[in-house]
């Protein structure tokens, strides 16, 4: 079978199979079977899901595919986190990553493969974009280290390789089937949905009510370097992103988050801080301070400790809520910015 012969079956929300089913003729509890079977029991093919006649096992195989992300390599850093690549069925990688901490364990995860938007701290998108994953991808990361791996997992940030609202369908969908009670019934409060700035998605994301946390990619609080940093700034500038951030607050309900990657020399001045500050306290947002990763190709340097230190005091005199991150991952280049799907051996 080819890549896009068919659909996998956690393509589709409930509502959707619940449809499919019924224009076949089959009563809607059945839905609820098969999601039983793909989310809860993380049942790994058709013929296993045995309450279900045996025609209707026969009619979903040739239908639809029950597919997860082969394992191509797994890394673990000296600090914990852990690094997954994964091969898709085109044969195509992608990396997520297993960031785990006292009281939580949180997916970073992965949306496209590559990126579109060239930021110059993150190799993500050096290699150029290829294309978009999938929901069943997306929701394979997920299920891959839940069933294989028993890892109980508690946050879930898309974060990983790809800007997640330039694939807001996929994206989307994804996050309904992680929502619903019927599929991985993760509440909206443990999920994170990271993004550059595409102001169509925010909108988008702000009219479908998820309730889903949204953190902004910043690092820069002007135009004028925020597009040198980040070339998407210059389609969506600063003044149109905050005013759908602010929206998206107002009607969530949800408080927003900031990254920030300090930069040395480029954007980690007091003068950078005071303008971040500005932003955060517009935004009501609290501010996450990452350490710049270095990676092949990149100019980019992480700021000194005294600049940070600096640079966080000037936060906190404004009384904005500011985390200096550690950086997680960074020998197995899992850190934010380094996630490129390629591994070590290739
Ligand atoms: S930071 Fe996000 S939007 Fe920018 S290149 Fe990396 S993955 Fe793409």
Same mark, same amino acid.
């Given at each position: 079978m080819g890549f896009n012969d068919k659909p996998d079956i956690k393509d589709l929300t409930p509502e959707e199979l619940r449809a499919a089913l019924e224009a076949e003729g089959e009563p809607a509890y059945r839905a609820e079977?098969?999601?039983?079977?793909?989310?809860?029991?993380?049942?790994?093919?058709? &013929?296993?899901f045995t309450d279900l /006649?045996?025609?209707?096992?026969?009619?979903?195989?040739? %239908?639809?595919g029950l597919c997860l992300p082969g394992l191509a390599e797994r890394q673990v850093s000296k600090d914990g986190a852990e690094k997954f690549l994964f091969r898709l069925a085109d044969g195509r990688f992608v990396e997520t990553v297993l960031i785990p901490a006292r009281m939580?364990?949180?997916l970073c995860l992965s949306t496209q493969v590559g990126c579109k938007f060239g930021c110059v701290f993150c190799a993500s998108g050096k290699g150029g974009f290829k294309r978009n994953l999938r929901p069943s991808e997306i929701l394979g990361q997920i299920l891959f280290l839940r069933d294989r791996f028993r890892i109980p997992l508690t946050n879930f940030v898309f974060m990983g390789m790809g800007e997640p609202l330039d694939n807001f369908d996929n994206v989307a969908q994804s996050?309904?089937?992680?929502? #619903? /009670?019927?599929?991985?019934? $993760? #509440?909206?409060?443990? $999920?994170t949905v990271s993004t550059a700035g595409v102001v169509p998605g925010i909108e988008r994301l702000k009219n479908l009510k998820l309730q889903v946390n949204l953190s902004l990619s910043l690092h820069a609080a002007t135009d004028e370097l925020r597009s040198r940093l980040m070339p998407i700034n210059r389609?969506? /500038?600063?003044?149109?992103?905050? %005013?759908a951030c602010e929206d998206y607050v107002r *009607? *969530?309900?949800?408080?927003?988050? $900031?990254?920030?990657?300090? $930069?040395?020399?480029?954007?980690? &001045?007091?003068?950078?801080? %005071?303008?971040?500050? #500005?932003v955060a306290r517009r935004l009501n947002a609290k501010v996450n301070l990452i350490p710049c990763s270095e990676f092949p190709a990149s100019d980019c340097r992480p700021s000194l400790p005294a600049q940070k230190?600096?640079?966080?005091?000037?936060?906190?005199?404004?009384?904005?809520?500011?985390?200096?991150?550690? *950086?997680?991952g960074a020998d197995i280049q899992a850190a934010c910015g380094q996630l490129a799907g390629i591994g070590v051996k290739s």
């Open positions: 079977q098969i999601f039983d079977w793909v989310y809860k029991r993380g049942a790994a093919e058709f &013929s296993a /006649p045996k025609r209707l096992r026969q009619a979903l195989d040739d %239908r639809f939580r364990q949180t996050t309904l089937i992680m929502n #619903a /009670p019927e599929g991985l019934g $993760i #509440a909206a409060r443990r $999920i389609k969506y /500038p600063l003044a149109d992103v905050l %005013r *009607s *969530s309900g949800r408080m927003m988050t $900031i990254e920030y990657t300090l $930069i040395r020399g480029v954007n980690d &001045s007091v003068s950078d801080a %005071r303008r971040l500050g #500005a230190a600096l640079f966080l005091d000037a936060l906190e005199r404004m009384e904005i809520r500011a985390t200096l991150r550690r *950086s997680r």
